[in-house]
């Protein structure tokens, strides 16, 4: 009990002591996540949006590889990754292979198809209320999809904020392809797993509570943002019933 209480006890000054190996994960993490999510959402958000509104004959293959897409274990997305940025794969003359590029494409994989199946049903379910009328005013596809997303946008900014908390909480993908170098490649979740094999649990905590806190942020913040939406919209905030995080398309 009291190898527990002191390392709880060194894990929180590490913390308010700001220190600088402590920082220096926490900043790759957060750099990491945030390119990541910037590249899936620039493109998760045209696809979702497009499968939303179009009607075509691949469109259900698309959605059901996309919805299969979101049960691969994150160890498969990294192991796909590595065998493509491999010396004898496909992509090796890139030589991303344990680098931060390698990280930030194994958690945009990650993270594209749950962006790209939150968009399609938030813009489906627009499109379901307001599509006819709109297409009636003669709206193509690329403009109703552009004014139904922006209808939904408020479900768009909670999408956003989740995968953003779905890539900076894996583990295993950007441990296989970035194979957790020191200054390089470390971040939080790996080095978590770290320094609990070695038995530096001071350092893995520390880094555990700085996690937990910024998951608690984004669900602060996702909580805003449904309050805002009910205020705007006229509703009593606080009355919805909570809807799952992913949700299938159809």
């Not at 909670?158 to 957790?180: H, P, Q």
């Amino acid at each position: 009990m009291n190898s527990l209480t002191d390392s709880v006890a060194t894990a929180l000054q590490l913390i308010v002591a700001l220190d600088a190996g402590l920082l220096a994960i926490v900043g790759r993490s957060l750099l990491v996540s945030a390119t990541a999510c910037a590249l899936a959402c620039s493109a998760g958000l045209v696809l979702g949006a497009c499968l939303g509104v179009a009607r075509f004959s691949m469109r259900p293959v698309l959605l059901t590889l996309l919805n299969t897409m979101l049960a691969v274990p994150s160890v498969v997305v990294g192991l796909l990754v590595y065998l493509l940025l491999s010396r004898s794969g496909p992509l090796g003359f890139l030589g991303w292979l344990f680098s931060f590029k390698a990280m930030v494409l194994a958690q945009a994989l990650l993270v594209f198809p749950v962006v790209a199946v939150l968009t399609c049903q938030a813009v489906q379910d627009a499109q379901d209320k307001h599509g006819e009328q709109i297409e009636s005013l003669g709206a193509g596809l690329w403009l109703r999809s552009l004014l139904l997303a922006w209808d939904e946008r408020f479900a768009l900014l909670t999408v956003l904020i989740a995968s953003f908390g779905r890539a900076i909480s894996e583990v295993g993908a950007v441990m296989i392809v970035g194979g957790n170098i020191e200054g390089f490649t470390r971040v939080m979740t790996t080095a978590i797993a770290l320094e609990t094999s070695k038995g530096d649990l001071p350092l893995a905590l520390a880094l555990g509570l700085v996690l937990l806190l910024v998951v608690l942020a984004l669900n602060a913040l996702i909580a805003l943002l449904r309050w805002w939406r009910d205020r705007q919209e006229g509703r009593v905030p606080g009355t919805e019933l909570p809807t799952p995080l992913i949700q299938g398309a159809s």
